[in-house]
């Protein structure tokens, strides 16, 4: 069992920045990927980004290509997700994942509760 929070959502304006952080717990180097998934109310769940734990991989959607960041941090265990130049569409409740590197995408296997972004235009 893996064990995710997530923390950092928040209210931005747009072209602001937000950092969120995922905290895991628990059989988590029994999964090999990491990885921060988006959903808009009324929209499917859209894969953001993911790494493997040891960030050697790492995966973004077109979308955020060079405006979002997936790091580390081995001291607290979490893995963070930088995000710059927000915009109002990426409003949405931000979950945390833990799984598998699918192709360009991941498959997650447990889920954080989710963090709410509200990116205001």
């Known amino acids: 069992q893996v064990q995710l929070v997530e923390s950092g959502g928040g209210l931005v304006q747009a072209g602001g920045s937000l950092r969120l952080s995922c905290t895991a717990s628990?059989?988590?180097?029994?999964?090999?990927?990491v990885g921060w998934f988006r959903q808009a109310p009324g929209k499917e769940r859209q894969f953001v980004a993911a790494s493997t734990w040891t960030l050697s991989i790492t995966r973004y959607a077109d979308s955020v290509k060079g405006r979002f960041i997936i790091s580390r941090d081995n001291t607290k265990n979490t893995v963070d997700l930088q995000m710059n130049s927000l915009k109002a569409e990426e409003t949405a409740l931000y979950y945390c994942a833990a799984g598998r590197l699918l192709g360009m995408t991941m498959r997650g296997d447990y889920w954080g509760q989710g963090t709410q972004v509200t990116v205001s235009s």
């Open positions: 628990g059989r988590t180097f029994s999964n090999d990927a």
